[in-house]
């Protein structure tokens, strides 16, 4: 196995249309293991869009770099209600990459 597959978690604002399916807001990551590069992305914010735009922020990122640099860019690509829960996901993801190394 060449990948491996993180998750991290946050909860989520009251009052977005994310927070009506679930209280928290799930953020996963497919990670080339030798590399950290995030692969894919997933997350569950309400909108298909939404999602993609989320995985096409942070996908090509490693995480054997820090998390300081998806961080930045999921802060200034995303102005949604989420964008606390997202960053909190995305430091839960890499907390939980960083367990395993």
Same mark, same amino acid.
């Given at each position: ?6 998750? +991290? ?9 994310? @927070? ?25 914010? =309400? ?12 996908? +090509?990122?490693? !995480? ?14 995303? !102005?949604?209600? =989420? +964008? @606390?829960?997202?960053? =909190? =996901? ?8 960083? !367990?395993?190394?």
């Amino acid at each position: 196995m060449k990948t491996i597959f993180v998750a +991290g978690h946050s909860k989520l604002p009251t009052g977005i249309a994310a @927070n009506h399916i679930s209280e928290s807001l799930t953020l996963t990551l497919e990670i080339d293991k030798k590399y950290g590069v995030i692969l894919d992305a997933s997350c569950t914010l =309400a909108t298909e869009h939404g999602r993609g735009f989320i995985k096409s922020l942070l996908k +090509g990122y490693s !995480l054997k770099d820090g998390i300081d640099e998806p961080l930045e860019v999921l802060k200034e690509g995303y !102005l949604g209600k =989420a +964008g @606390n829960a997202l960053e =909190a =996901a995305l430091k839960d993801s890499y907390k939980q990459y960083q !367990l395993h190394q």
